[in-house]
């Protein structure tokens, strides 16, 4: 009996374990697929928001005083307002940060059809290699585009990797924040804000910040805080312009 049981039980896990390498392989193809067809299903839905929306712009010569201060600029946002902010650039030679996840180069793949420019990096990992891509695409004529809390939060907490782009590339940083009406929030680290069709959106700008590449760090943490309380104020001014709630308050400030 004994020799029986053990033959059995040997058998049994000869069995598993081809079914665990064939669920293995299945969602590894699951997920080539999704990664495949996903971003076409995005690109299609963000062209038909920008047919369907009634876009407001508040403030957007700010954009045209940032240009004259420095010829290039920093377009400045909160990760959960990303979705719509291709519509906040008036220009096509913009350059954008993605993290080196899978997510973010499905976004990658939409953005570069929507004729952006890509670099790759995080405040996590290869966050200084994606620094000296941006700063040679703005020595080509390129703005730039960041999400300061991005890609994996704190939310709504601005990392220093904007302030160091603004000091060594001498552009200034324009924050923004956007709203729409009707939305739903994505159940993600940030609660990503997604416009529905047939709504309506705002952008909100304000004026231009500058870091002087001389600033100390205490002078850069001062303005790592303008831009964190700035981006704030336009996002919730949005948010109020539109008729929505507004977001929950970082973590920290809720405590």
């Not at 392989?25 to 997920?31: A, C, Q």
């Not at 952006?116 to 891509?133: E, I, P």
């Not at 303005?223 to 948010?239: F, H, I, K, S, Y």
Request: proline content about 6%.
């Amino acid at each position: 009996m004994g020799a029986t049981s053990c033959g059995l039980a040997y058998a049994g896990a000869s069995a598993v374990q081809p079914v665990g390498d064939a669920l293995a392989k299945s969602r590894k193809l699951s997920r080539r697929i999704v990664e495949a067809i996903a971003p076409f299903v995005g690109y299609a839905y963000l062209k038909t928001l920008r047919l369907t929306l009634r876009l407001e712009y508040r403030n957007r010569d700010a954009l045209a005083r940032a240009r004259e201060i420095a010829g290039q600029y920093i377009l400045s946002f909160w990760h959960s307002r990303f979705v719509m902010m291709r519509y906040a650039y008036p220009d096509r030679r913009l350059v954008v940060l993605h993290s080196e996840h899978g997510d973010a180069r499905m976004v990658a793949r939409m953005m570069r059809w929507s004729g952006l420019a890509q670099a790759w990096g995080s405040s996590s990992r290869g966050g200084a290699q994606g620094v000296r891509q941006i700063l040679r695409l703005v020595k080509d004529g390129h703005d730039v585009g960041l999400t300061p809390d991005g890609p994996r939060g704190p939310r709504r907490r601005v990392q220093p990797g904007v302030i160091a782009v603004a000091r060594l590339s001498g552009k200034p940083i324009v924050p923004v924040g956007f709203s729409a009406r009707p939305f739903r929030r994505l159940r993600s680290w940030d609660g990503t804000l997604l416009p529905l069709p047939f709504g309506r959106g705002i952008y909100v700008y304000g004026e231009p910040i500058i870091v002087p590449r001389g600033a100390d760090e205490t002078e850069q943490e001062r303005l790592r805080a303008v831009l964190e309380d700035e981006l704030d104020r336009l996002t919730d001014e949005a948010d109020r312009a539109i008729g929505i709630p507004l977001e929950a308050p970082r973590v920290e400030d809720a405590a």
